[in-house]
């Protein structure tokens, strides 16, 4: 697993399993609005299938870049990216989604912004039970393509 900031956003650090480009994850301009907020703005990005490029697939980094500029565009800062790029949604022992996990139970997580729900998981009981924990825990869970 890979753990980098940014050298564009220092604010933003990243969690990467598999490929990542020369920064760790996508660059970015530091959040200006909760910047100093202690929660932080998890982004789950998540792609199944193999990739022939070097680096993280192009899926990944659209999703990267959708959930940076909706983070930015509300003003959620403290952004950290929590990515399984080639790793099956039918398992839940993915490493960027068990630092998720790790953090929001250690109560570090305030948002967490995600494509769709399929990125959460494709074991849809599962996924509730984690939407479950997110809300025992206070965290909200905005998936962009669900409404």
Do not use: W
């Amino acid at each position: 697993m890979n753990f980098q900031k940014t050298l564009e956003n220092p604010a933003a650090v990243c969690y990467t399993e598999g490929a990542a480009n020369e920064n760790g994850c996508l660059k970015g301009e530091p959040m200006n609005r909760q910047q100093n907020s202690a929660k932080i703005t998890a982004l789950y990005e998540r792609l199944s299938r193999d990739d022939e490029l070097q680096g993280p697939s192009n899926s990944i980094k659209n999703q990267q870049s959708m959930l940076e500029g909706y983070a930015r565009k509300n003003g959620f800062g403290r952004i950290v990216h929590y990515t399984d790029d080639g790793i099956s949604g039918t398992r839940f022992d993915r490493p960027g989604f068990v630092k998720m996990m790790d953090d929001i139970e250690a109560g570090k997580v305030g948002i967490v912004l995600c494509k769709d729900t399929s990125r959460l998981g494709r074991d849809y009981l599962r996924v509730g039970m984690f939407m479950e924990t997110l809300r025992q825990k206070d965290v909200r869970l905005i998936a962009l393509g669900d409404n």
